[in-house]
């Protein structure tokens, strides 16, 4: 038995990692195992940990409580036995552990901070420059998204031909120099001129999607990690069953302890021509047993939805399915799945050929205060054609859109809302979106603490309210466009509120 | 027996109208009848007359072949009959004749030419003030309307609080002074205050309304009639089935003699409590008996639709029943009505308070493409604020919009289309909209002689185009907003349009 002097304290919600040696020979990724029991007053953890490459074993554990714990790494890695204790100090300040399901429709973190996704996708920003990834750490550290999501395998796609900056199997990769705009759709089969060993992975690229899950932990971004996508030249969302399965442990094994990761299992699942619901609802079942900590889970389509209502599914991950209606079928998406709504698709700010990819800066901005005051999650996106081929929908880099500049606003606003989480009021108006909180009494003749009008595309010069004679309200006005908020007083009885005729503009009604 | 010399000469689709004395005691809008029987080489046609005031007993007769015609007149209304003859002239330069189905899903005038629909709403536009009405009429003379929807009766609502310049029948009004926009409401009863003789029309009522269907048909105007709707303070909305017969009976005879008449049996009729489908059957009977020409008809919906697949029914006449949705639904509902789609109602132009009335103009060009490019046809109206409360949507007056000022140049580009109509093309790609000649090909592979793409609110920078090596087109970028049309040249086999990466752009391919 050797006793192992671990760092001594590590914040709750933070990660405790224990490094030893451990056998090299054979294929230790696939033939030696590593196991750590984490044990505290409220919780005994067991988790599975991993080959880091040279000779070095790791396990992650993530605290959720303060006190004092020990712990105990045993395998098949080694001939001896590890243990060791270590203390778990208070959450710092910026520290609100894994975001969780609230409120049915809603996220809060674990301490019971209201969370609201104002999500992005850059699909394989982390896989580009260092410079790049820096660019974008940046560009998000000056914006208000506290959500990204991206893949952990490269993407192959049009304007994604070039090659990532690491691969997550040892090998080597198809010749991509006979790639062009016009023949990549030819190069998805997979397995042509690829040479990888599926069974010896590439710890070095899955560090450095650490470093940067832990540089947008520290940013208060949560990392909503693709697992798997369709977009492949290298055989990776072609591998066999137990390739997959191995690839699962792997990665849950890394990177479940980080508080910010949250599961997409896939982009598009429905592309796969490879994959049956069998597959799918398999490695739901891996993350279920070997992810202890319950990140969120969900699994994101092309055309045609996930059954979101299976168990697993702790929130519907959705690409809007119609050119024309995305965050307006919120309320439908609310009322079947019963789980919280992430638009993580619902089109993008750009300009390029794709019809996904080049609505205007007004209109996302619309969708995402549409998605919001319809009690969803929207997410944004760009793509700019610019002389690099840098689109930040998928390396990331800079951001050349208007909208991503109007989503603070957005935010500031949701967080006004009295406990968690808006939904959309069932007694509302044909031409008007009317958001309460999730809380607020069902009859609608119960006069709510709280209203949040939002009047879309439509230019109303006024309303009309009436809830009843003794309520007084606070009214603001709200430009969502322009980020102005004009303060209209107090109000009781049947009142009107002017408005300027534009699009875009709210009402907000406070209980005085 | 009477010979009567009536006009020796009528151009062909031209009203005949024969003008005799008859009986004026007791009531003769009811006690007495009149008949003509209408005969060519081509055609014998039996039409009622009507009683129009001062002794005088009118029957009208649009013919529809040249050539020599005789008439006969009998009837109760005199001891004497009446006979003559005539001779039907050619049609002059801009007589078209009246508007027909054509191709399934679209319009033609009799006489062969192309319709495109460019519709507008002015409710009781022709109610109004001489001044008005004559400003009324320059709008449409400068506009690109060639049809407008109009009510018979005159109509009480928001911003329609005023009384109309005639009622249609003998009697007293209830006194509209009691009248404001919070209490308005309350008086849609009908009953209260009103006096009102339903079996004595009021002939300089509808001497008016005839009137203002000449000037109209002297504009190439086509005038949609609503013959009754719900928005009703002097109980027009609440007569009884006799009363209502009479009345249809009575509209026919002085109305279906014009060759721009549409027959519109309701505006909103879901909205009426006093009438059921049975009675709405009976009155498209009426027509149907009685409307010698068949005159287009149709019957408008608020949220429900009519049944539209009923023989009666010419062509849908379509309020939009999705805020979000309105010309994006053509597609479906000509699938599932095989007939013209007219969407009369796919919200207004303006700034008031409600969401029916309060796009852009940016907005409603875009629904008119939309809906033209999927072979329907869209319908316009205005509803901006202004200081006397002159809305066109109901009062005609001027036009303050910007929409309007782009169907000219729709309306262009729709006569460009070979043969008679448009429709969706069912091999179009998800982001786009592209429209085929109706009557090209069904075989998705075969090319087609015309292409015309419309991209909406998205924005390419480019599309790429390919049918076959062969085909050579012309292409040409068109931007609908800014009335632009940039020839690009001939291209074949595979190729790239530029485009400026802005909204509402289109691209025309013709075969060279």
Redesign the interface.
Known sequence: MGILSAEREVEKWDVLEIAVSGKSDKNPFVDYGITGVFAGKNETVTVDGFYDGGGVYKVRFMPSFEGDYTFRITGTFSDEEFEGEFRVTPAGKENHGPVRVANTYHFAYEDGTPYYSIGTTCYVWELQSDERIAQTLQSLKDSAFNKIRFCIFPKHYDYNLGEPRSYPYEGEPMDSRVLTRDNFMRYTGGSEGNKWDFHRFNPEHFRHIEECIWKLRDMGIEADLIVMHPYDRWGFSQMTAEQDDLYWHYVIARFAAYRNVWWSLANEYDLFEHKTIADWERYAAIICEKDPYRHLRSIHNCITFYDHSRPWVTHCSIQRQ????SA?LVNEWREKYQKPIVLDEIAYE???????G???AE?MTRRFWEAACRGGYPGHGETY?NEEDILWWSHGGVLRGESHKRFQFLHDIMCQTPGIGLKPYAGS????VCAVPEEAAQQIKQVKDYYLFY?S????????FYFDEETEFEVRVIDTWNMTIEDRGRRRGRFKVELP?R?YMAVQLKKA
């Open positions: 119609d050119l024309y209606k307006e750009g300009n390029i050929e794709h019809g996904w080049n609505i205007t209109e054609l108006r044909f031409d008007e009047y595309f439509m230019r109303p010069s006024f309303r009309e005729g699009q």
